[in-house]
Every structure is written in C-alpha cells, then in structure tokens.
C-alpha cells in the first residue's frame, strides 16, 4: 500500500487539525464552457464513472479529485489537469471510459514508483503543454505561433463591442456594380460565392459600415486593390475574402473606430476558444 503523508495544521480558530498531504491532485472540466458540453456537440465527461473509481482504487488520501469548472484551454475538450510531485500533466479529449480508466492506471503505477512518470499511451497522444514554465511533451521548441483559423478568426472581424451593425437598407447591388476589375468579388453563374460563414458576415459588415457613412466605397476598394496585389506579390496562396477582411479591419484602424490592441484581443478571444464560433 502507498504511504500516507500528513502534517498537522493549527486552523485560524486555534484547532489543530491532521490533514492529508497529497502525491497529487486531478482536476476535471466538466461544467465549463467546452468541456462536458454535449448540446454544443462536444463529448460527455464520465464524472460518475471518474468519482465511483477513484473511491474503489482507494486514492482519496494520495491523490485528490477535483471535479468542477473551466480550466482555461478552451479551444480544446474534454480537458483534465493532474499535478504530481510538482509536476503538471495536462492532458485533452479525455472523452472514454478507458482513458480515465488509462489516467488511473497511470496514478497507480506512479505511486507505486514514488516518482512522476511521463504518461504512456494512449494518454500520452492526449498530452499538452499548458503552463508558461512547462517544455513541449514532444521535445520541439516552444514556438507560442498561432494557427489562424478562418473560422475563428473571422467571426468576428475584430469589431469592438460599442460598434454596432445593422444591414437594413444596404445598397447591395451598388456595392456590386462597383466591386470589378482586380478587386471583383467571387461568383458563380453571377451569384455570390461564399465558402464559410465567416466570408458572407465579413462582407455585410463592409458594406453596412460603409452605408452608415463610415468611409466612401471606392476608399474600400482601392485599398482592397492594394491588398490583393501585395498578397498576390507575395507568392503564397490566399483567401479573396482574407485579403478583404484585412482591407476591412485597414480601414477601421485608419478612421479610428478600433484599435489594433482590440482586434488582437478580439482574435485571441475566438482563436483559443474563449468565445463561441459565429455563424
């Protein structure tokens, strides 16, 4: 049997008290905002199943359970936290039975060694660095890059909360009749083309803004042209609506109405989850 460690705490009543001292401690997301959350499509946490083990295997007094709220990285689910001796083991889509029964086996055979572990399959696929101390699991450099997303990072385009959209009474087709040559929008057989969700708000908000007065049209499409030919200088491959979100938030900065502090804060926010996908 593992070795139990206590020490005496004097509590600010006076009393003494004998409390456990842990190998470790597991905390579970099960309420938060990604986790556990099967009507947003996300997989179910076996809390029961989780809680039910830990008392058979007898680890209430070696390594605590914690199940509760969000812990943070919420672009990915089911996420779980499990200190040992020091050491954070974070780990992701923790979503079977058999991964925490893995998790466990895991617990045991660490307590059994008297020393952290790294963990084997098929945790050890699930594992990732979440701490700004912690090296990669994977050995590579830590490289704090961004995976820009289009999905996410367009949703919003970078509008901070006090600016407002609405699209009645937009003049769409002059928007159209204007948008030829080198900045001509996308269609097909003479209809718009929009391959995400994202690429149809961020040109309604483009146009919209621009019938509150924000700034002329053709301010918008010379800088649109501009945008393409340096995206097309550039020789990498690009998204036509890529190129028009950037002229989009551009134009927003030079008149003032956001700053680039708020569209990274913005994009931060729906790249690592912290807000829902809009569609």
């Known amino acids: 049997m593992y070795e139990r460690r206590r020490n005496i705490v004097t509590r600010a009543d006076g009393q003494p008290v004998n409390v456990a001292r842990f190998r470790g401690q597991l905390f579970v997301c099960a309420t938060g905002c990604c986790c556990g959350r099967t009507e947003d499509g996300f997989a179910a946490v076996p809390t029961e199943m989780m809680h039910r ?8 007094n070696f390594v605590h359970l914690t199940i509760g709220g969000c812990l943070g990285p919420c672009a990915l689910a089911n996420v779980m936290l499990l200190l040992f001796d020091g ?3 974070w780990l992701h889509s ?3 039975e058999a991964h925490i029964l893995a998790l466990y086996d895991h617990i045991e055979r660490m307590l059994a060694a008297d020393r ?6 098929p945790l050890a696929a699930r594992r990732f660095t979440a701490s700004a101390w912690q090296p990669r699991p994977d050995g590579q450099p830590l490289d704090d890059a961004r995976v820009w997303r289009p999905g996410a990072r367009h949703a919003c385009a ?16 002059r928007v159209l009749d204007m948008m030829e040559g080198p900045g001509a929008l996308p269609r097909n057989n003479g209809e718009l083309v929009f391959a995400e969700p994202w ?3 961020a040109f309604g908000m483009a146009v919209a803004l621009h019938e509150q007065g924000l700034y002329q049209w053709e301010e918008f499409r010379q800088t649109l042209i501009g945008q393409i030919a340096a ?10 609506y ?6 989009f938030e551009e134009l927003l900065r030079r008149k003032e109405l956001i700053t680039p502090e708020e569209v990274e804060d913005v994009t931060y926010q729906f790249e690592f989850g912290e807000r829902g996908e809009v569609f």
């Open 53 to 60: 083990e830990w008392e058979r295997r007898g680890l209430r």
């Open 87 to 89: 050491e954070a083991q």
């Open 94 to 96: 923790m979503n079977s």
């Open 116 to 121: 952290g572990l790294p963990p084997p399959e």
């Open 158 to 173: 970078g509008l901070p909360s006090g600016l407002h959209v609405d699209g009645d009474g937009v003049s769409v087709d």
């Open 199 to 201: 690429q149809g708000r």
């Open 231 to 240: 995206a097309e200088a550039s020789g990498r491959p690009f998204v036509y």
């Open 242 to 247: 890529e190129v028009w979100l950037a002229t």
